[in-house]
């Protein structure tokens, strides 16, 4: 299994730009997830989903959009970029979204908006 | 929605001497604390957890213990490695309308001097 894989690994946008953050996993996991990493903040959810066809907003869900078409893919959607969403992005998935099952994350996506 | 700190936020500790951090949480519907390790350039990765029915939990040189009436949760290394040296992440989990939602500390950076 390759786990959980994000792509691109680096971006670099500038403000007012659009662009898809993808997430994958082959793990055939119900609960997938987005946070974003900034310094001294830890990670905060922006979105989740519990299923194809089922999202629903985390912490810090504004400028932010996400579907759920696919078991396998939850891709994150900026529609127009900030310098304010500059940051690194991790997505996650787990079996189901019940608690006590482990969250499995990918490797990120670095994201600097100028 | 839930709070969580964590302090300390840097940890310095010579090779085989122990490590705490500590969590508090703020929201008593909080029912699964997990632990992560992240290394330099890397997702986080689940190292223990425990489910708010269970007072404390142990793995090898890991343990964690809960404390839900001060709502107050501890991470504890023991004979520390210079490979435990990594930024640790403590989370409060709450079940949302349609799933889990994660709430993460802010991070502490553990160096194991050799």
């Known amino acids: 299994n390759a786990g959980v894989t994000q792509t691109p690994k680096f971006q670099v946008l500038k403000t007012g730009q659009s662009m898809t953050l993808q997430c994958a996993q082959d793990?055939?996991?119900?609960?997938m997830s987005w946070y974003r990493q900034d310094p001294g903040m830890g990670l905060r959810l922006i979105h989740y989903s519990v299923g194809a066809g089922i999202t629903d907003q985390g912490e810090v869900p504004n400028g932010y959009n996400v579907s759920r078409s696919t078991t396998e893919d939850f891709p994150l959607r900026l529609l127009s970029a900030a310098p304010s969403q500059t940051s690194v992005y991790f997505c996650?998935?787990?079996?189901?979204?019940?608690?006590?099952?482990?969250?499995?994350f990918g490797p990120g996506t670095r994201l600097t908006v100028t | 929605g839930e709070n969580v700190e964590q302090h300390p936020s840097t940890l310095s500790v010579q090779e085989g001497d122990s490590a705490v951090i500590k969590c508090t949480y703020s929201?008593?519907?909080?029912?699964?604390f997990p632990w992560y390790k992240q290394e330099l350039g890397k997702g986080p990765q689940l190292i223990i957890d425990i489910r708010s029915n269970v007072g404390e939990k142990k793995d090898q040189r890991i343990a964690v213990t809960l404390n839900k009436t001060a709502k107050h949760f501890s991470l504890h290394i023991t004979e520390t490695q210079p490979e435990d040296s990594a930024v640790y992440f403590c989370a409060a989990s709450i079940s949302g309308n349609t799933g889990n939602q994660f709430y993460f500390g802010t991070g502490t950076s553990l160096t194991v001097i050799p």
């Open positions: 929201d008593s519907a909080s029912n699964y």
């Open positions: 793990m055939n996991h119900e609960y």
């Open positions: 996650a998935s787990s079996p189901t979204g019940l608690a006590g099952y482990e969250q499995y």
